[in-house]
């Protein structure tokens, strides 16, 4: 068993137990092939709620003061997340990115790129849109709905693709796919 696989059931026992997480449309996302996973972010739980509930390996970025204890470094290595620098463009993450969907892997993003305290949509950062117009990737919108207080069941909730083909032969922006991407987390999100 690789050190991801285990590293996921033994993260999934906890987190199910624990918020009751509550898992729907992972139909949505594709056995093989490159995939974006676009979420909201309201925890730093975040991260491994998604990698839990989606059936495929995800790599995230993360932002790069964690790579910084030697001990989470190795642990985030092995459960493929890469480092990020915060509030710049950062050439090598771009390029990591785009390398992971190259191999057909699946990348997840969270393009507010910070957490919300409110629990409300902010507006996207352009790298989702970014790598979204830059590879052949099926971009799954996903929403986490409720919170991390464990009173309620927490819902992952993942949406059809996003049809990229009219933004790409519009030549629509980074930002404006983003946009796009936005709308449907928040469609997501107000449906339950």
């Not at 979204?132 to 909730?157: E, F, H, M, N």
């Amino acid at each position: 068993m690789s050190f991801y696989k285990f590293a996921r059931s033994v993260v999934k026992l906890w987190l199910k137990s624990k918020y009751k997480v509550i898992t729907v449309g992972t139909e949505h996302i594709p056995k093989t092939g490159p995939v974006i996973i676009c979420s909201n972010h309201i925890s730093n739980f975040d991260p491994p709620v998604v990698g839990i509930t989606c059936p495929r390996e995800i790599h995230f970025m993360a932002k790069e003061e964690l790579f910084n204890n030697k001990m989470l470094a190795f642990i985030l290595k092995h459960v493929h997340a890469f480092p990020i620098k915060r509030g710049m463009k950062d050439r090598n993450a771009l390029r990591k990115g785009l390398e992971v969907l190259k191999d057909g892997n699946v990348l997840g993003l969270f393009p507010e790129g910070t957490r919300s305290k409110t629990g409300e949509l902010k507006k996207g950062l352009a790298g989702a849109g970014f790598f979204a117009l830059r590879s052949k990737a099926t971009i799954i919108p996903c929403a986490i709905i409720g919170d991390y207080r464990g009173k309620d069941p927490l819902k992952v909730s993942y949406g059809p693709p996003i049809d990229m083909e009219g933004l790409r032969s519009e030549k629509a922006s980074a930002q404006e796919v983003t946009d796009v991407i936005m709308e449907h987390i928040k469609k997501i999100k107000e449906n339950y």
